[in-house]
């Protein structure tokens, strides 16, 4: 595999504050925030990869070229908690209900799924 032995983190650009984003998203995913003396901050959570949050002068302005998709085990009680902590609906990105694109407080979209069709 080239060399390559799997996927270590996930980099979140931020313009605000990258522990006060890192601890938004513990509170939707729980895990452990760890700040980094270089200026950014790294969350941990079960069934994650690392997700760092790093500092960018540079405002988001367009849709996410990637972003992380959540699968759920009930879906409109996750979109419902996801509100209630803070994110905001994307529906100008999809709105066909196969899933439910957010944005978290820094407008980076991420998805909610559907339980999965085969889970038992």
């Known amino acids: ?69 959540l699968r759920s085990d009930d879906f409109d009680a996750a979109i419902e908690a996801a509100l209630a902590h803070g994110a905001t609906r994307a529906d100008d990105v999809y709105a066909g209900g196969s899933w439910q694109v957010l944005r978290d407080p820094e407008g980076n979209e991420f998805c909610i799924l559907r339980p999965h069709p085969h889970a038992t």
């Open 1 to 69: 595999m080239n060399g390559l032995n799997g996927l270590e983190a996930v980099s979140i650009d931020c313009t605000g504050d990258p522990t006060a984003i890192a601890t938004w998203w513990q509170g939707l995913i729980g895990g452990d925030v760890v700040e980094q003396p270089e200026g950014y901050a790294e969350l941990y959570a079960p069934g994650f990869p690392c997700l760092q949050f790093l500092p960018t002068p540079d405002a988001k302005s367009v849709k996410n070229r990637l972003h992380l998709d």
